[in-house]
């Protein structure tokens, strides 16, 4: 693993990394998709996000890395309220969360490589410096052999481990995935798990949605959200 030493000063772990109180959500005037939402992950914290279809799950998701807005309550993102954010504090806090999404989001004309050292080039990280990890991260997800692919020419479950490595490349303070096993097989959704787990260590906090009851690791906090409210 290109993952090693804890990172972030200790007075930022004081802080959950989310922390949502009295949250709902709706998409434009359409009827609420999240009621009442309370839930707080701590920093370190390694959670489970479960329920059916259409539960709600990809839309708590989009509120944590601010896609969408709520529509009432609180969401506080490492100890700051987001609907203060501002212009210049808003991509510093989005910067320290990784998200790997349903539909993987690759830019086609970049490698495989290049997709996921994107993140750090982004930081003015030198390539020097981030190369053997990016190669390393592809090794561990099973891609070491496609790093000059296009993503055009992959498979779903190997574009899926593409957008999970760089995801993951920056070692984010907050990792969220939504459904990030949902292509690949079951043993190379354990080993993305594994993966997932591996950040944790280090001092990532972790979320994933899933259907997949079978991947969620026994004692693991579970998340269970049913027509838009939270139960845990
Ligand atoms: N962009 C959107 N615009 C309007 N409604 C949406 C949008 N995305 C999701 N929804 C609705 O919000 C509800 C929750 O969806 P979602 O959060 O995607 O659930 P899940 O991820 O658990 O399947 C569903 O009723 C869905 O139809
Ligand atoms: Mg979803």
């Known amino acids: 693993m290109p993952i090693n030493a804890p990172k972030s000063s200790p007075e930022l772990n004081q802080a959950p990394s989310v922390q949502m109180s009295g949250v709902s959500m709706r998409y434009g005037e359409g009827p609420e998709v999240l009621r009442d939402v309370d839930l707080t992950l701590a920093q370190g914290e390694f959670a489970f996000l479960t329920g059916p279809s259409g539960a709600g799950k990809s839309s708590l998701l989009k509120l944590m890395y601010l896609r969408e807005q ?12 987001s609907a203060q954010l501002t212009e210049t504090s808003r991509p510093l806090v989005r910067r320290r969360i990784g998200v790997v999404l349903q539909d993987f989001d690759l830019i086609d004309h970049l490698s495989v490589f290049e997709n996921v050292a994107l993140p750090l080039r982004i930081h003015g990280v030198k390539r020097s410096s981030y190369a053997s990890d990016a190669v390393e991260i592809l090794r561990w997800v099973g891609l070491g052999e496609r790093l000059d692919a296009l993503p055009p020419t992959l498979s779903g479950g190997e574009k899926q481990r593409v957008a999970i490595a760089r ?11 939504d459904e990030p096993t949902g ?17 944790n260590r280090i001092g990532t906090t972790v979320l994933i949605a899933t259907h997949d009851l079978d991947l969620i690791p026994s004692g693991a906090r579970r998340l269970e959200i049913a027509r838009g409210e939270l139960s845990s």
């Open 167 to 177: 995801a993951v490349i920056a070692k984010p303070d907050l990792l969220i995935a």
């Open 183 to 199: 292509n690949v097989d079951p043993a190379m959704g354990a080993r993305l798990i594994r993966l997932f787990e591996e950040m």
């Open 70 to 81: 709520a529509s009432r309550g609180l969401i506080s993102l490492f100890g700051q309220d």
